[in-house]
């Protein structure tokens, strides 16, 4: 059974930073894909960062120089280091796992962690 576990959400103030961990079992995150996504109010979820099994990355726009994806694999776990938060950046934090087989993609999630950054 696969579960993804987030810690590390809460209320910052503009600029200041957190780090989002996502701790894996079931799962080995060094052999799939994984990344991070968000969902703001009243929008659709979106993606933050992600690197794919071969080690490659792709970021949001947004996230460029602020953010960044990173994993531990002694821990099984995954982290992304916010830096330089805007209020913009409020939002649910998902991180996700993609397996891959003869039969496609298939994706796990975690519970969400909530980021508030404040003006």
């Known amino acids: 059974q696969v579960q993804l576990v987030e810690s590390g959400g809460g209320l910052v103030q503009a600029g200041g930073s957190l780090r989002l961990s996502c701790a894996a079992s079931?799962?080995?995150?060094?052999?799939?894909?994984m990344g991070w996504y968000r969902q703001a109010p009243g929008k659709q979820r979106e993606l933050v960062t992600a690197v794919d099994s071969g080690g490659h990355i792709s970021s949001a726009t947004f996230a460029a120089g602020r953010f960044a994806i990173s994993r531990d694999n002694a821990k099984n776990t995954m982290y992304l280091e916010m830096n330089n938060l805007k209020p913009e950046d409020t939002a649910v934090y998902y991180c996700n796992v993609g397996t891959w087989s003869d039969a496609g993609r298939r994706d796990y999630w975690g519970q969400g962690t909530r980021v508030t950054v404040s003006p």
């Open positions: 079931g799962i080995i995150l060094r052999t799939n894909a």
